[in-house]
Structures are given as structure tokens and as C-alpha cells.
């Protein structure tokens, strides 16, 4: 019974990970900082759009994938793709103001960086916050169920005497 207990303290640390990553994903913390700026801003048309999830390398929940065309207020028209869960199929038929965000890394080929809603505001603190928040709900949640099955061994040996 202890081992169960172990495993099941284990399971709940887990998820209580997993929904921080998730946190952290959403919240973006490397395009808040000062290194990644908004670099343009532009207009997105959705053309298309994948699911992707329940759970991957975006985090644990289901996130949309889009692809749109983009009309850059420096006149340039791209083709890209936005960020997991920043344009969704909803957004189709109307135009979505978007910014690009940061020179650091290249999701859409070569001098196209991460594009985001121009609504949408990466947090440091936030994305952070979830990955502590979610070990520290995780923690608590494994020494509960670790204390509980303490507390019942122990009643079970006073029984005992």
C-alpha cells in the first residue's frame, strides 16, 4: 500500500508540473523580455488552421496552430505561421492585428520572427510564476497524500498495542 501511495504522491507532482509548462507556454517568457521587442506590425488574414495536443511540446491542453497572410505596415506581404494558440479559426474572415516579436529565434524562415497578437502580453513573472505554481500545488498535493498515509499507518499502530 505504501508503494501506491508513493506512486500516486508521484502522479500528482507530475501533473502539477505539467500544468505549469503549460502556464509558462501561454505566458511566453522569452518574448517578454527586453531582448525580444516588437520588431513589425502588420494585419493577419487566417488561412488555415491544425490542432495540435492534448498534450506536446506547446504544453498540456489543445492549442491551434494557424497559418496566415500578413500585411506588414512596411508594406511587405508574408506567409506565416503564428505562435501555438495566438490566432485560432475564429480569427478566419476578419483581420487580426499582429506584431512579430524578437530576432532570437526563426519559426518562419529566414528574417521572420514569432508572430503574436498585437493584444498579447508575454509575462516573465506570469510564465514563471506557473512553473513555481505548479510545483508547489504538485508538492503540496504529493505531501498530502504522503501525510495521509502516515497518519493512517500510525492509527493503525496504536490500534495495534
Known amino acids: 500500500m505504501k508503494w501506491v501511495a508513493g506512486l500516486f504522491a508521484l502522479v500528482i507532482l507530475g501533473c502539477g508540473v505539467l500544468l505549469g509548462l503549460t502556464g509558462f507556454t501561454k505566458f511566453d517568457p522569452a518574448a517578454g523580455t527586453n531582448s525580444r521587442p516588437v520588431t513589425d506590425r502588420g494585419v493577419a488574414r487566417v488561412a488555415d488552421c491544425t490542432s495540435e495536443g492534448p498534450v506536446g511540446r506547446h504544453g498540456f491542453g489543445t492549442w491551434w496552430k ?50 503574436y497578437r498585437a493584444d498579447f502580453e508575454p509575462s516573465v513573472v506570469l510564465g514563471i510564476g506557473s512553473v513555481l505554481g505548479g510545483i508547489g500545488i504538485g508538492g503540496i498535493g504529493a505531501l498530502v497524500v504522503l501525510g495521509t498515509m502516515a497518519s493512517r499507518r500510525k492509527k493503525a499502530q496504536e490500534r495495534d498495542y
Do not use: F, H, M
Open 66 to 115: 494557424c497559418q496566415a497572410d500578413v500585411t506588414w505596415e512596411s508594406g511587405r506581404q508574408t506567409r506565416v505561421t503564428a505562435e501555438p494558440g495566438q490566432l485560432t479559426p475564429s480569427d478566419k474572415g476578419t483581420e487580426v492585428p499582429v506584431v512579430q516579436r524578437g530576432e532570437g529565434k526563426v519559426r518562419n524562415g529566414p528574417d521572420n520572427p514569432p508572430v
